[in-house]
């Protein structure tokens, strides 16, 4: 982890990120993001007890974001490619469930994907979903879905 310090002239520092559970940045308008590790997590890729996670909602249990970039690189040199001249990075983002017992299951940003890995009260939430007209083009409404469940 390096950390940009610009209070003494933009100078940097690297932090061993095994040493660090939990971070906090701040936005200039205000809003805050925490990322924690989850080094407990009971899953068997070790990439994610490495990583961090932003957390989106944190109640009986919490809808994690894993926030990547990928490589896309230029394609032009075959008669179907798409003439793009240029490699690029792109963001790729995974959402997690961590539940009360450190299971962490992927899941996507749909009702049905996270009504599943919540596990019971299935009718309850699908209807709490209809009835909000939930769409889930952002991640406003998984936690509103993760929140009712835990209010159940």
């Known amino acids: 982890m390096i950390l940009l310090r610009t209070g003494s ?3 940097s520092i690297i932090v061993d990120a095994s040493q660090v559970k939990r971070c906090t940045l701040a936005a200039t308008y205000g809003q805050t993001y925490r990322f924690d590790r989850l080094p ?3 899953t068997n890729d070790q990439a994610l007890k490495d990583g961090y996670f932003l957390v989106l909602y944190e ?4 809808l994690l974001k894993r926030i990547a970039k990928t490589v896309k690189s230029a394609d032009y040199k075959n008669p179907y490619a798409s003439d793009v001249r240029y490699d690029a990075y792109q963001n790729a983002f995974s ?4 539940k009360p017992d450190q299971t962490l299951i992927k899941v996507k940003l749909s009702d049905k994907s ?3 890995a919540l596990g019971d009260r299935k009718d309850e939430l699908k209807a709490f979903s209809k009835q909000e007209n939930l769409t ?3 991640d406003y409404d998984a936690i509103l879905l993760i929140k009712k469940y835990d209010s159940l």
């Open 40 to 42: 407990t997590a009971q």
């Open 114 to 116: 996270i009504i599943d």
């Open 59 to 62: 109640g009986k249990n919490a």
């Open 95 to 98: 959402y997690y469930l961590l």
């Open 136 to 138: 889930f083009k952002t």
């Open 9 to 11: 002239g933009n100078d």
